[in-house]
């Protein structure tokens, strides 16, 4: 049995693959491993074009664009390793951070996953989540009302200063026991959201930890670079990308319950209506023509269309693949 199983999820990013798998090669040298690419609906000969730098890679096509969840958990099963690692193709090694993951992690029984910390390529922090009060987030809420929403949903209390809600699957290390006893990532979820929901599923089987001397250099906006372009244009009301918060709102349902979710969706239903009214007042005021520069609204409303979309499946939890369609 090899030691780490590294699972890299490939959709047409071969060029990013290839550079990540040279920082893996030159920074882990303590511990054997395997390299999984598990391939997403690839148009051109990514296989043969990675296999040319690195033969020895294990190539598994899904033969359809199946998302994170499903591409990691086939990879995860054809694997051979003690402990498995999830690694995003737009990230890069720059110290011996599956080494020291490993080493870590066996010193940690009480562990079931461990993670790295995130940097940009100049190798500034990079601000990342590891607890669930992220879904405040979710809430549309005038200031003053913060402290409120702060107070409702509060952030756990761990006495281990490494220990996390859940890890980001950038860069996920988790014991093989914690993938057969879980069966891994939840395969509704297409992108987005699946390790959030996995890491509360973990959590049950031991500590979640983020080491403090372990750190990897994650890409911006590697994999998906018109994310960058469309991140210009979000406003506080529109900052919402529909595939994440379609699986974020899958997350809520299925971790804190239908009530939770419900609420959430009927406060973005009620702001339909209000952020139209709001803007068609200030018209007035400004003696503007009251049913002009509503593109923001209209915009805010579509999204909020998209999501309800999906209510009765997400409220009842009937099996369904998250996917939105373009």
């Known amino acids: 049995m090899v030691t780490v199983s590294i699972i890299i999820v490939n959709y047409r990013t071969p060029e990013l693959i290839v550079e990540c798998i040279k920082t893996i090669k030159q920074f882990t040298t303590k511990v054997s491993y395997e390299v999984i690419v598990v391939d997403n609906a690839s148009k051109g000969d990514d296989e043969g074009y990675i296999k040319s730098f690195f033969p020895e890679t294990i190539w598994l096509s899904m033969n359809y664009n199946a998302g994170f969840a499903r591409a990691n958990n086939a990879g995860m099963r054809i694997s051979n390793g003690k402990y498995l690692l999830l690694l995003n193709s737009d990230t890069k090694l720059y110290e011996p951070v599956i080494d020291t993951c490993v080493a870590r992690l066996e010193a940690r029984p009480d562990a079931i996953a461990g993670g790295a910390y995130q940097v940009y390529p100049d190798l500034n922090p990079r601000t990342f989540y590891h607890t669930f009060t992220f879904r405040r987030d979710f809430w549309i809420v005038p200031p003053k009302f913060r402290s409120v929403l702060n107070s409702l949903i509060r952030q756990t209390e761990y006495q ?141 409303a579509h999204m909020i269309g998209v999501f309800s979309k999906y209510f009765w499946n997400i409220l009842l939890k009937k099996p369904t693949f998250y996917k939105i369609s373009k």
């Open 160 to 300: 281990d200063p490494e220990q996390v809600d859940y890890i980001a699957a950038a860069f996920l290390m988790v014991r093989r026991e914690g993938f057969e006893k879980t069966g891994g990532l939840d395969e509704e979820f297409f992108l987005y959201g699946e390790d959030t929901e996995w890491g509360y599923r973990l959590s049950k089987l031991g500590k979640l930890l983020v080491f403090k001397d372990c750190n990897i250099i994650h890409e911006e906006w590697g994999s998906k670079p018109e994310r960058y372009d469309e991140a210009q244009n979000y406003t506080y009301f529109n900052r919402f990308d529909h595939q994440i918060q379609l699986s974020n709102l899958v997350w809520i349902r299925k971790q804190f319950g239908a009530l939770h979710y419900f609420l959430l969706m009927l406060h973005y239903w009620l702001w339909v209506p209000t952020f139209f009214l709001m803007k068609i007042v200030s018209n007035a005021i400004n003696f503007k023509n009251p049913f002009s520069e509503l593109e923001n609204q209209k915009k805010f």
